[in-house]
């Protein structure tokens, strides 16, 4: 376990096993994630989120020790609920599966601008931390995208170069897409995924191990 996650767990063993612990720290969670997409964090006190959530201060260092581990608290839940979006397509083909993967992406991006922002462009300042959970949605994505191209996520070297070439890309035209919200979200889909096949054909080019999947599922 990381410091990110032990502050983020904070409390007694036997505290965080119960559901209403459980339930508790998932509605100061989502308290949390409110603010802070409408205030930055230097500008939040603990005053003010325990003012926010209608509980006592102390409830909120019982959890997350300081405003810090709950902020990372919230970057961590938020990561969770991207990586499940994006990756909730497994029973489908492998071109149906990238497609719904990106989609599910961009939905989350939409509706959770702020959380997205912190995410991939690592929250507050240069936190380590958060570029470290930054670094891990990249890897499960990666080998989510990997799973639906050749139904592996052992990734070759040069493969995983490109395709994290190509998702840093993603984050960018993410970024902009959110920030203007001048087109839709299927054509943005469109040209992440029309990109990700480019790749996908570079790739087996210099890696023959690792062949593009075809354009089109079979007929």
């Not at 930054?134 to 990997?146: E, F, M, N, P, Y």
Request: proline residues 5%; glycine residues 10%.
């Amino acid at each position: 376990m990381n410091k990110s996650q032990q502050r983020g767990q904070g409390g007694s063993p036997g505290a965080r096993g119960t559901v209403r612990s459980q339930a508790r720290r998932a509605e100061l969670i989502a308290t949390g994630r409110k603010l802070f997409a409408d205030t930055s964090y230097d500008a939040l006190s603990m005053d003010d989120i325990a003012r926010e959530a209608g509980v006592a201060k102390g409830l909120i260092y019982y959890y997350f020790t300081n405003k810090r581990g709950y902020y990372l608290a919230i970057i961590e839940d938020a990561v969770a609920q991207l990586v499940e979006r994006a990756g909730n397509a497994h029973d489908f083909p492998p071109v149906e599966r990238v497609r719904r993967t990106i989609d599910g992406y961009l939905r989350y991006a939409q509706h959770h601008q702020a959380a997205y922002r912190a995410i991939v462009t690592g929250g507050v300042g240069f936190d380590a931390e958060v570029l470290a959970i930054r670094d891990t949605v990249r890897a499960r994505l990666l080998g989510t995208i990997a799973q639906g191209a050749w139904g592996r996520d052992d990734i070759p070297p040069l493969a995983r170069t490109a395709l994290t070439g190509w998702l840093s890309s993603v984050e960018g035209v993410t970024l902009d897409w959110i920030a203007a919200q001048e087109i839709p979200r299927e054509t943005v889909a469109a040209l992440l995924v029309r990109g990700l096949g480019d790749t996908l054909r570079l790739i087996e080019e210099y890696e023959p191990a690792c062949p593009a999947p075809p354009s089109r599922p079979p007929a």
